[in-house]
């Protein structure tokens, strides 16, 4: 997709104008029972079994955040947009989780260490993905996992990221790589699409 000048990049998106009415959209605040009951067991086979430590990058109003939740996760987002953090918040008010205003790029966590990086719908908005997926995975224990939801939206101009890129910058730094294509399931996203829809689980070592 272009504005006539040049592609359009996340960087042009006004992220705090569209946070309160992100959840209108079915995929986005999940509120047909339907739409969330397949995120909610898609989420399930992805994540470890056990409870574990989810940091939910570029979380959004924190939709897969709560879903997490409620499997029983310890969730941290980080979103740079903090209307969308205000939203998260509220949203997991009461829930094991927390929400810090910060860049997708360098989450700031510290030492803190995750089993878990999840991230949907982010990856295609940064510059470099390739640097960016290098430094969640040092974010994981050596048992981690990247969980990455992402796809190629729209038939006239794209924006987004085509899977076989998104293993490719995966292959020199994970161990098992698994991808799940998503376009078929008209559940999770409340309508059919016909677009590129997809998630890949990145072990570090392996499962
Ligand atoms: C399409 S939304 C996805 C939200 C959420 N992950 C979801 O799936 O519902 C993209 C989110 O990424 C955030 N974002 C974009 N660029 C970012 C950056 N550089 N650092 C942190 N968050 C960013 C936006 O503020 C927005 O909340």
Redesign the pocket.
């Given at each position: 997709m272009t504005n006539g000048e040049h592609a359009i990049t996340?960087a042009d998106l006004d992220?705090d104008a569209a946070a309160p009415t992100f959840d209108d959209e079915p995929d986005?605040g999940l509120r047909d029972p339907e739409v969330r009951r397949a995120w909610a067991s898609r989420l399930r086979s992805w994540l470890p079994e056990r409870p574990s430590d989810v940091l939910d990058v570029?979380?959004?109003?924190g939709?897969?955040s709560l879903l997490a939740a409620e499997q029983g996760h310890r969730v941290t987002g980080?979103?740079?947009?903090p209307a969308?953090v205000a939203l998260a918040r509220a949203k997991l008010a009461g829930r094991d989780a927390v929400f810090l205003a910060?860049?997708?790029?360098a989450p700031p966590v510290g030492e803190e260490r995750f089993d878990v990086v999840l991230v949907?719908?982010?990856l295609w908005?940064?510059p470099d993905p390739g640097r960016v997926l290098r430094h969640w995975r040092a974010l994981l224990r050596p048992d981690g996992r990247l969980v990455l939801i992402e796809g190629v939206w729209g038939t006239a101009g794209q924006v987004g990221i085509p899977a076989d890129r998104l293993t490719g910058l995966l292959a020199p730094i994970a161990g098992q790589v698994r991808l799940e294509r998503l376009s078929d399931d008209e559940l999770l996203w409340g309508k059919a699409v016909d677009d590129e829809r997809y998630a890949v689980v990145a072990w570090v070592q392996g499962p």
């Open positions: 996340g992220w986005h570029g979380c959004g109003t939709s897969l980080v979103d740079r947009s969308m910060g860049d997708a790029v949907r719908h982010v908005a940064l």
